[in-house]
């Protein structure tokens, strides 16, 4: 590549980075930072708690970024930044449901994506993959090995993973086992545990995950992790579902710039 080409590539960058932070405007972090590249960018759906999501995805040589779709290709909010670094991929086969599929996996959290086809999947796979080689060959770093659970979604359990009894209602909410990510109900989930990639707070985990890590625990006498708070700390589990959804109508490839 001559200097040349160089240069017009990097204004070009450039240019497409400011544009990338103007559509998220002041709901975003600033993305412009020295050796930062806009890879390419698309629409993938997201699987959230209730149901999958469209959601506008940005790939840079450092970090994934993502948001809400306002205003196709012009307004975005509810930005998400994910250190690359710290991703991993893990392929979902295709089946009856769901096609095209794959997890985005982090220490902090967990999630399946979906591309409109297996040609777009692989291209993200591809690229999202290189970013990471490329990243942590430069590093030195080692990939993470320790991942958040992927969530169960709600529709997927109409009773307890657990206890297998509990039938969901309006009194009996569902929750999230932060560890293992299965659907349970609050009596098998009234256990509190340290899981310090994902808070400095002792988050929800099912009975069989609370046994499994305070026999871990114990066998290693390194007991000052462990919280038992039987009581809830008022925390509601989470999601960034937000009911204000705009649905993309026509399908726009993604597009790889790198
Ligand atoms: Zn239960
Ligand atoms: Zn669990």
Redesign the pocket.
Known sequence: MTQINIEVNSEANTRRISMVESCFGTSGQPLGVPGRVLVGEGVLTKMCRKKRKARQFFLFNDILVYGNIVINKKKYNKQHIIPLEEVKLQNLDDDAQSCNGWLIKTASKSFAVFAATNIEKKEWMAHITKCIEDLLRKSGKKAVEEHAAVWVPDGDAST???????QFTFVNRRHHCRKCGAV??????SKRYLLPSQSSKPLRVCLHCYEELTSAQKQTANDHNIRNNADTSGEEDTDDEDEANKTVESHDLPKFYE
Do not use: I
């Not at 307890?160 to 509990?166: A, E, G, N, P, Q």
């Open positions: 307890c993973m657990h206890c297998r009894k509990t349970v109900c609050g009596p098998c989930s």
